[in-house]
């Protein structure tokens, strides 16, 4: 009975420390806080926002944007924010085409109907554009995503593209281009804010195994050329079950600074070019082969396994994510080449 008492004791007095250290707190946190971010995260959450004003595209129509009253919080808040959204689209009119913009260069977003909201920072964040996936949306939504993207981007391109959706496409934008084999539709850029693509130096190449695998192999190498790199190579059926036709063409997949290889059945064609040169080998495994092939899965599991270093493996059927890996290496390995330039003309200042 006495160590019960004093268990209870002991927890009361640890009870009452624990509520006198919380209060302490709770009464000296506001003096922990910077001011100036107690202000900035008051004026983000509760301030008026009546200062800020939208434009109808094409009308050249000002107004002022909905304000927010100072006593909103929590869920109520994020309500009206949705709901000064619809106003703001309503009272507009969207504009001749429905486009809205918001935010900074790196998070900008525009706004098409009530079905897309596009990231136009993608560029600055990350060197390259957004990029339409075609597959689940209507051809009306995919030509006014376009439309909009090229008064921003120089390149604007949607994948997986079917011929009867493109021929849809056609009747409402005549100027869009189309590649069957890549099943990629391009529409260039028109706006003053289209800035052009940055060149990328070095060579991809493109290899098929088969020639089953040449539409993933296309997008692939029409999408590294429209992201900037002009030196873009596609060499197809070389695949393993005729050994000879790949080394026929080692000399050429060498001159590559980044290899994509493309292949179904057993996926081994990575692990063997992976093993003939010294550059980056993306592997991209494909849909194409027998029941035991499982739709791309076996091909991806023996490229995940590969013996052969340096070998990097994307999802199935995705030369496009292939295209956009290889590109960036590039620009790595010249930001690279960048800096030992420069650690160089440090070390020897009368070079």
């Not at 596009?118 to 339409?132: H, K």
């Not at 959706?165 to 003053?192: F, H, K, T, W």
């Not at 290889?261 to 064609?269: E, T």
């Amino acid at each position: 009975r006495g160590n019960n008492e004093r268990r209870t004791a002991t927890s009361s007095t640890s009870t009452a420390r624990l509520r006198s250290a919380g209060e302490a707190l709770h009464h000296d946190l506001p003096r922990r806080i910077p001011a100036e971010m107690l202000a900035a995260t008051t004026q983000w959450s509760c301030a008026p926002r009546a200062a800020a004003t939208t434009t109808a595209r094409g009308a050249g129509i000002a107004r002022p944007a909905p304000s927010h009253a100072s006593s909103c919080t929590g869920r109520h808040r994020h309500r009206r924010r949705r709901g000064d959204a619809r106003a703001s689209w309503s009272s507009n009119g969207g504009g001749s085409d429905g486009f809205s913009t918001s935010s900074s260069l790196e998070s900008s977003t525009l706004e098409v109907g009530n079905f897309a909201k596009l990231d136009l920072g993608r560029g600055a964040r990350t060197g390259l554009p957004e990029v339409v996936w075609g597959p689940g949306k209507t051809p009306e939504q995919i030509v006014r995503i376009m439309d909009a993207l090229r008064d921003r981007q120089s390149v604007v391109m949607a994948t997986r593209i079917t011929p009867e959706v493109y021929e849809a496409m056609r009747a409402l934008q005549p100027d869009i281009e189309y590649n069957p084999v890549a099943r990629i539709c391009r529409v260039s850029g028109v706006g003053a804010n289209s800035h052009p693509v940055a060149s990328v130096l070095g060579c991809v190449a493109v290899l098929t195994a088969g020639t089953a695998d040449m539409s993933v192999a296309e997008e692939a190498a029409v999408t590294a050329r429209l992201m900037g790199v002009a030196d873009t190579r596609l060499i197809v059926d070389i695949g393993v079950a005729g050994l000879q036709r790949l080394l026929a063409r080692v000399e050429e997949i060498r001159e590559a600074d980044v290899v994509v290889v493309v292949a179904g059945m057993d996926g081994a064609l990575p692990s063997v070019v992976a093993g003939l040169v010294d550059v980056p080998v993306i592997a991209v495994p494909t849909s194409i082969g027998y029941g035991a092939a499982l739709g791309g899965l076996s091909p991806m599991l023996s490229m995940l396994n590969s013996c052969a270093v340096g070998v990097t493996v994307v999802n199935v059927d995705n030369g496009f994510g292939a295209a956009m890996a290889a590109v960036k290496m590039l620009r790595g390995a010249r930001r690279v080449s960048g800096k030992i330039a420069s650690a160089a003309r440090e070390s020897d200042p009368y070079s």
